[in-house]
């Protein structure tokens, strides 16, 4: 029989290390598509595009760090973390105040990832 690891303290940890990993990984993610947006959309210098690929590495390196066995429920529930990361890109750097039904939609995103990530398995 396969014994779950369902104390609070684990419950706790894992969120802590999934916050921080797909906090990350947003980032690294959302800062290396913006450097190839403001090469090609911009007229930025093409120099842009190095960094932003060394982002996108770092961003794929990072979610194989995401604790799940499955790496398309990793992906799934880094979706819903990548929406509000982007929202919130959008709102500081772009200076574009997400509307409520971003903040809606933000909040439907998050929900959904919990459920995917959280969601008590058996196997």
């Keep these: 029989m396969l014994r779950l690891r369902t104390s609070p303290m684990y419950a706790i940890r894992m969120s802590a290390s999934v916050i921080v990993i797909y906090a990350a990984a947003a980032l690294a993610e959302i800062a290396g598509c913006f450097a190839f947006w403001a090469w090609l959309r911009n007229g930025q210098s093409a120099w842009w595009v190095l960094p932003g690929i060394a982002?996108?590495?770092?961003?794929?390196?990072?979610?194989?760090?995401?604790?799940?066995?499955?790496?398309?429920?990793?992906?799934?529930?880094?979706?819903?973390?990548?929406?509000?990361?982007?929202?919130?890109?959008?709102?500081?750097?772009?200076?574009?105040?997400?509307?409520?039904?971003?903040?809606?939609?933000?909040?439907?995103?998050i929900a959904g990832a919990a459920v995917i990530l959280f969601a008590p398995r058996s196997a």
Excluded: H
């Excluded at 499955?70 to 919130?88: D, E, K």
């Design 55 to 109: 982002s996108l590495i770092a961003f794929a390196w990072l979610l194989t760090l995401a604790p799940t066995a499955a790496a398309g429920r990793a992906f799934a529930a880094y979706g819903g973390v990548y929406i509000v990361a982007s929202l919130a890109w959008m709102w500081t750097v772009e200076k574009t105040r997400p509307d409520n039904w971003d903040a809606v939609g933000a909040a439907l995103s």
